[in-house]
């Protein structure tokens, strides 16, 4: 497991109700409140519009590696990743450019001074360019097909937001739980305020690596 306990979160296609369907609903208006920072900037790829933007914000080196090779071994390839180094002090800078310098896909690395991971997440939004953008932290790691099936599934009626199971796993990749939605709201579109409804009553389990959603 994590340090200090904390499991990590695999976000997994092979759980069940996610393997065959994924449930879409329409989007939660958020207002972001975006604060510049200073950065160095270190970016690989071609320069066009990716299918989806996958924002990575990162500050120790000890799970880094894994997160991207999750990313490196995905099914789809028309995405980009934008990998925020809040601040770290160790060998992150260095990991994450020996992981990703033979990949298929877009990616940049920023750097900044520490901020906290909302910030992080905020400026990675700002950098992105996908029509859609997923969040993974860099302790959690994506499943080889999860960002093909999550944009076939948003295309297919053009859903704004779509989100899935996951599971948390030890260290050695050990399931401890899953997380399932109900069946339900399997394959089932929701407004923003139902969704918003039946997360608060705990009757939708959604983490933030478990959705994608349209950026605009």
């Known amino acids: 497991s994590k340090s200090k306990g904390r499991a990590t979160i695999k976000i997994d296609t092979r759980v069940r109700c996610f393997t065959k369907r994924v449930s879409g609903f329409n989007p939660i208006l958020i207002t972001l409140t975006i604060r510049e920072a200073s950065n160095r900037v270190y970016y690989l790829g071609v320069d066009k519009m990716p299918k989806i933007s996958v924002i990575v914000p990162d500050k120790f080196e000890k799970y880094i590696e894994k997160t991207l090779r999750s990313l490196k071994e995905q099914a789809f390839k028309d995405f980009e990743a934008i990998i925020i180094n809040d601040g770290s002090t160790d060998n992150t800078e260095r990991i994450i450019k020996e992981v990703l310098q033979d990949t298929k896909f877009q990616w940049k690395l920023i750097n900044q001074e520490n901020q906290g991971v909302s910030a992080a997440r905020n400026r990675g939004i700002i950098e992105s360019k996908g029509e859609y953008i997923s969040f993974l932290d860099a302790d959690d790691y994506y499943h080889p097909t999860f960002l093909e099936k ?15 199971n996951y599971a948390l796993v030890t260290k050695k990749g050990k399931i401890i739980s899953i997380r399932k939605q109900p069946k339900e709201f399997i394959d089932v579109s929701l407004d923003g305020k139902k969704v918003l409804e039946l997360a608060l009553e705990n009757k939708l389990s959604i983490c933030t690596e478990s959705y994608i959603c349209k950026k605009d």
């Not at 599934?153 to 053009?158: D, R, S, T």
């Open 150 to 164: 999550m944009y076939n599934k948003a295309k297919e009626k053009n859903y704004d937001v779509v989100f899935c």
